[in-house]
């Protein structure tokens, strides 16, 4: 059973910085590229960061490039998602998800209070 556990998430002051976790368990890691998204209140969930599976290489929205950066630690099962400098306009649920059958996490809320 595939499982994803997201946390890190929590009050952050803009210009801060802000770092979430995603533990994977019940898949091997290290075979599977990794993202996080993020869904605002009445819409459907965005891409933020992809990365590969040896972490080599990604993608950002456009929004957060510059800004945050993804990684992943294959020993120990875990994606991370480095926020810095957030803004009042990022405070979301911040999901991390597989990129191949598609599992998510529960999520985690993050708030940048303006």
């Known amino acids: 059973q595939v499982q994803l556990v997201e946390s890190g998430g929590g009050l952050v002051q803009p210009g801060g910085s802000l770092r979430l976790s995603c533990v994977a368990s019940?898949?091997?890691?290290?075979?599977?590229?990794m993202s996080w998204y993020r869904q605002f209140p009445g819409k459907e969930r965005v891409l933020v960061a992809l990365?590969?599976?040896?972490?080599?290489?990604?993608s950002y929205a456009d929004s957060v490039k510059g800004r945050y950066t993804d990684s992943r630690d294959n020993a120990k099962n875990t994606l991370y998602l480095q926020m810095n400098s957030p803004r009042p306009e990022d405070s979301t649920v911040y999901y991390c998800k597989t990129e191949n059958v598609g599992y998510w996490g529960q999520g985690t809320q993050d708030t940048v209070p303006s």
């Open positions: 990365i590969s599976r040896a972490g080599g290489s990604g």
């Open positions: 019940g898949l091997t890691f290290s075979n599977v590229a």
